[in-house]
């Protein structure tokens, strides 16, 4: 018998890409997955909650698909992640056409939902928090286009609680996955051709199972092969340890870059967002990359007009970014979550128009921090792991070196494919992208 389709589309974070291929493989045995939504018998929305922006395009996108819904016999529609967790109830209203509502925890029990669902017509709801599950047992079943990277997730939720921060809440308390079981699957996707795995976490510096720490099995799935490059994201200044620092610059082929969100450069601001750690800290653990690891590149997460913020804490963030020089960030304008702490204790007081404002500085100073940084590279040699060619660039190659750069280069007479290592020498640049040429 055919197998039906199913039809993932994914919003959010890597951890929403790594719990998709998770989801196809619960989902396996009774239907394959497509990437045409129109041939889908089960969409799947696996969806975001961090910023009210990224739940209003569910919202918008779930809309087309109830429409398409009412002409669509058998068609199942199913809400997961961190929405289905924050919102549960209210996604099942009958105007938005939802049968599924199932939480990131709760992910195994689909194939029991949907056998209620096919035989008698029952709405499913499954948004139990749990303190163990972390799907360790599941081999992802990973989309077939990308055949040089994988995200590894190796821990599940987080108890940092930053008071701006709704993660703790959608998707419960930090739980680390046995370390055996993270060094197979690294050591599976190597065989099976994979040259990049990337360990994810919420805070992956705090990974503990057993007697095993986040630097020891940094050393564990480098050792799987040197052609195997390991990244990591995302890291939690408080707990970033010398000694992972000393395992990444033992190891060659641990990525030499640094997700290390710091969120504002204010330490006053800092401990309203609950951060646990101070500007001070934040550039001694700065220093502390720099000596370690010369040629890492450093990026962030930088929060614009969260609660009470005043002009000077807002300057002190663009100094903190002209101090350490950033090579790139994730900027945003603070969205108040409902259920976080500062949602219940303070007022997102800053107008929307000083947000915009204070956002666009920020914007302006990483992009000059950015090309300054890239500019580095040009007469320089890198190593490339070749991803494909690049869509918006013809007939260009594209990859990224270690320190996650960007890199295009032309194509030349030798035969270059996905997931060869090559030597491409920088002649300019952008402030995002390296181009060059093979050496």
Request: aromatic letters at 8%.
């Given at each position: ?5 199913l039809?993932?589309?994914?919003y959010?974070c890597?951890?929403?890409f790594?719990?998709s291929d998770?989801?196809a493989?619960?989902?396996?045995p009774?239907y394959?997955?497509t990437?045409?939504?129109?041939q ?8 975001c909650?961090?910023r ?5 395009r569910?919202?918008?996108r779930?809309r087309e698909?109830a429409?398409?819904k009412?002409r669509?016999a058998?068609?199942y529609?199913g809400?997961?992640g961190?929405?289905a ?7 099942l209203?009958e105007a938005?056409?939802v049968?599924?509502?199932v ?8 194939p029991?939902l949907?056998d ?7 709405k499913?709801l ?8 972390t799907?360790?047992?599941?081999i ?5 286009e990308?055949?040089v ?11 940092n ?7 703790p809440?959608t998707?419960?308390v930090?739980r680390s996955r ?6 197979d699957e690294a050591?599976?996707?190597f065989?099976a ?12 510096n705090?990974?503990r199972?057993n007697?095993?720490?986040f630097?020891?099995l940094m050393?564990?799935v480098?050792e ?6 390991v990244r ?12 992972l ?7 060659p ?6 997700h290390?969100p710091?969120?504002?450069g204010s330490t006053?601001?800092l401990?309203r967002m609950?951060r ?6 934040y550039l ?11 040629d890492a590149?450093?990026?962030?997460d930088?929060i ?13 963030t663009?100094s903190?970014?002209r101090?350490?020089?950033y090579?790139?960030?994730?900027m945003f ?9 500062a949602?219940?204790h303070y007022?997102?007081?800053?107008p ?6 204070r956002?666009?500085e920020i914007i ?6 950015s090309?300054?940084?890239?500019r580095k590279y040009?007469g320089?040699?890198?190593e ?13 190659y594209i990859?990224r ?6 890199v295009?280069?032309?194509p ?8 060869d290592?090559?030597?491409?020498r920088v ?7 390296l181009?060059g040429?093979?050496a």
């Amino acid at each position: 018998m055919m197998k039906r389709k199913l039809y993932i589309e994914t919003y959010g974070c890597q951890m929403n890409f790594a719990d998709s291929d998770v989801l196809a493989a619960i989902l396996a045995p009774r239907y394959g997955r497509t990437d045409d939504y129109k041939q889908a018998d089960l969409i799947l929305m696996n969806t975001c909650s961090i910023r009210d922006h990224a739940e209003q395009r569910v919202l918008n996108r779930l809309r087309e698909f109830a429409a398409m819904k009412k002409r669509r016999a058998g068609l199942y529609i199913g809400i997961v992640g961190c929405m289905a967790e924050r919102m549960k109830e209210e996604l099942l209203e009958e105007a938005l056409k939802v049968d599924l509502v199932v939480g990131p925890d709760a992910y195994r029990s689909l194939p029991a939902l949907l056998d209620r669902l096919e035989a008698e017509g029952e709405k499913g709801l499954d948004v139990e928090l749990s303190k163990e599950e972390t799907y360790h047992d599941i081999i992802p079943l990973r989309a077939a286009e990308n055949k040089v990277s994988a995200f590894v997730s190796i821990m599940r939720g987080c108890q940092n609680f930053c008071t701006y921060c709704v993660v703790p809440y959608t998707r419960g308390v930090e739980r680390s996955r046995p370390a055996d079981s993270i060094v197979d699957e690294a050591r599976r996707l190597f065989e099976a051709g994979y040259r990049e795995v990337t360990l994810l976490g919420q805070n992956v510096n705090s990974y503990r199972y057993n007697d095993t720490s986040f630097a020891r099995l940094m050393a564990a799935v480098a050792e799987v092969n040197p052609l195997l490059r390991v990244r990591f994201a995302t890291s939690h200044p408080k707990d970033l340890s010398d000694g992972l620092l000393e395992v990444m610059a033992a190891y060659p082929n641990i990525c030499r870059a640094i997700h290390l969100p710091v969120q504002s450069g204010s330490t006053s601001m800092l401990k309203r967002m609950n951060r646990k750690y101070t500007r001070e800290h934040y550039l001694q653990r700065v220093e502390a990359i720099r000596r370690f690891l010369p040629d890492a590149s450093l990026s962030t997460d930088i929060i614009a007009g969260f609660c009470g913020e005043t002009e000077a804490e807002h300057q002190e963030t663009l100094s903190l970014m002209r101090e350490v020089g950033y090579d790139s960030a994730f900027m945003f304008k603070y969205s108040d979550r409902p259920g976080t702490f500062a949602h219940r204790h303070y007022q997102d007081d800053i107008p929307e128009e000083e947000k915009t404002r204070r956002l666009n500085e920020i914007i302006a100073l990483q992009n000059e921090l950015s090309l300054a940084c890239n500019r580095k590279y040009i007469g320089r040699t890198v190593e490339v792991l070749v991803e494909g060619v690049s869509e918006k660039r013809g007939r260009q190659y594209i990859g990224r070196n270690t320190q996650n750069k960007v890199v295009l280069f032309e194509p030349t007479e030798a035969v270059v494919k996905p997931g060869d290592y090559v030597q491409v020498r920088v002649t300019r640049c952008s402030a995002v992208t390296l181009l060059g040429e093979l050496a």
